[in-house]
């Protein structure tokens, strides 16, 4: 369910708005999506939105690879063997990668209520200082508010022609 002070953004890069709804009903959260940014053919894009984010929760997949590689701290949900931990719970290439291993005599649902547990813990921690909310302290738009017109803004410089400009977006 949700966790006040959350916000939550889809790093999905296929269609999937029907199950970004279905989540929305069963549980009550809003999963915010940006339809204008190309996360499949965009890397740039893909990053810029990433870069932006506290945490990644994610599969092994793409997103959480993209993610890690760029610093942002990410969550893993794992299962079965993962020889780049070499018997640890971190992978080394990844130092911002945090392993929720699923070991064969747990359910899926107690490794994502794990994964709840340390979000609940961590919004709980960041309510003085911003993070994870719309808006921070100030009343001004967080990095999450913030990053569509920023990648618009980036795209328009782009068009003209000042790719140092687009790059300080």
Known sequence: CAIP???????QYDDCRARLEQAARQFGVKLHAFPDVDLYNDLDEAAALTCALDVVISAPTSVGILAAALGVE???MTYGPDWQVHGT????W?????RF???????WEEVIDDVAIELRR???AAQDTGPFHDRGPDGNPTE???VASDIAEG????AENQPAAAAAC
Do not use: E, I
């Open 101 to 107: 291993h699923r070991p064969w005599d747990r359910s």
């Open 5 to 11: 002070g959350t916000v939550f953004v889809c790093l």
């Open 94 to 98: 990844y130092p911002t990668m945090k």
């Open 122 to 124: 961590r919004a709980g």
């Open 144 to 146: 999450v508010t913030k």
């Open 89 to 92: 719970d971190r992978n080394p």
């Open 74 to 76: 990410t969550w893993q």
């Open 155 to 158: 795209r328009r410089l782009l």
